[in-house]
């Protein structure tokens, strides 16, 4: 199996968007790799890091076309350097399932792609202000005296984030009742002051019989597993995880329901991180079995929608339990369409000259890319 698709380019043609690059805007010259991946931090340069999109928009002699290669394995790019006036596409796995958008305009390219992949919700107002979030705010007093002081000071602050510390032990959907101990009440004062509050979710769930979310999972085969049967184990934060298999559409509404209770507590918005899905030390081998939504499939051959997947559960539980408001999600991994469902971010940056000046490239190709 595999694939691959060659067009000459002419002499002065840009290339932009496939999803998250640590370059500068014109990717013309590189070359580039499909595969979602967690660098754990990164600089101006490395790939691939975490949301790989296989759509390119190019600007010839003034004129904007789009093309957009939906395969979700392990594929490869190469924008003119092997040869400066030809692209090739490279794919170890599945077809090749091109789509070719007309101009002239860049944003009659997006028009067209976002018609097919699909288009975002408007956000709640609050999302668009000014968010206050980092590796990581606890334990409560330390969420309280952070909100005081931007009140204190005057500075503009909407939104703050809560990273994998609130978590008991890093289980997903769980609080610390040591660093949380009144999680409700924390939030209420701090809707009272102005502030919303995002958590974070990660896909791996411990390995610990009875953790409500584990023997849930275990009780509904909800969880990946290998060829023989057995499943699959990995190390993340909490220690040894099992991984839901977002491919399955009753998985994905079973993990849409265990947002309930932080809903219930106050929480106004969510992010999904590790979702490549990031395994420390190694990754998800390829031959791991997917029911790719009955179809079944290989991680190797489906790997970059994961992520995506994912946060089609989350969006589509929390709206669900919410439907009669736009609850934020924010996705750190995803593919082709990821913006039906979430908001992405440029995941674990530095604060660094070199990396806010990389912002402007990264999300200006991410916004291409849909």
């Known amino acids: 199996q595999g694939a691959y698709c060659t067009r000459r380019l002419a002499e002065a043609e840009a290339l932009y968007g496939l999803g998250e690059r640590a370059f500068d805007l014109n990717l013309r010259g590189r070359r580039l790799e499909m595969w979602n991946r967690d660098p754990e931090s990164y600089a101006p340069g490395v790939d691939p890091l975490y949301m790989c999109i296989p759509t390119l928009v190019a600007l010839r002699e003034g004129r904007a076309y789009g093309l957009f290669f939906d395969n979700p394995g392990r594929s490869r790019f190469d924008l003119g350097q092997a040869r400066t006036d030809e692209l090739r596409y490279e794919a170890d796995t599945g077809e090749l399932c091109a789509y070719f958008f007309a101009g002239p305009e860049m944003s009659g390219v997006l028009a067209r792609f976002t018609q097919l992949t699909g288009r975002m919700d408007l956000p709640p107002r609050w999302m668009l202000g000014y968010q206050q979030s980092r590796w990581s705010y606890h334990p409560d007093r330390q969420v309280r005296k952070l909100a005081a002081e931007f009140r204190q000071r005057r500075i503009p602050c909407d939104v703050i984030h809560l990273d994998i510390h609130y978590l008991d ?202």
């Open 169 to 370: 032990g890093y289980r997903v959907f769980t609080w610390d009742s040591e660093r949380f101990p009144d999680p409700e009440g924390m939030i209420a004062d701090l809707h009272e002051q102005g502030f919303r509050v995002i958590t974070m979710i990660d896909p791996g769930v411990k390995v610990d019989p009875g953790y409500a979310v584990h023997d849930e999972g275990l009780d509904r085969d909800a969880f990946l597993k290998m060829p023989d049967g057995t499943l699959f184990q990995g190390p993340v934060w909490p220690g040894s995880c099992y991984f839901p298999d977002f491919t399955d559409p009753e998985v994905r509404i079973w993990w849409g329901s265990l947002y309930r209770p932080l809903l219930d507590a106050g929480v106004d918005g969510f992010w999904n991180d590790m979702n490549e899905p990031a395994i420390f030390g190694g990754s998800m081998p390829g031959t791991v079995r997917h029911n790719y939504d009955d179809h079944g499939a290989s991680h190797e051959e489906i790997h970059n929608v994961y992520g995506l997947q994912m946060a089609r559960a989350s969006a589509e539980g929390l709206r669900r339990l919410r439907p009669d408001e736009r609850v934020p999600l924010i996705s750190r991994a995803g593919y082709a369409g990821l913006q039906r469902h979430a908001l992405v971010w440029t995941a674990d940056n530095h604060s660094t000259w070199a990396h806010l000046r990389l912002g402007v490239s990264m999300c200006l190709n991410l916004g291409l890319s849909g």
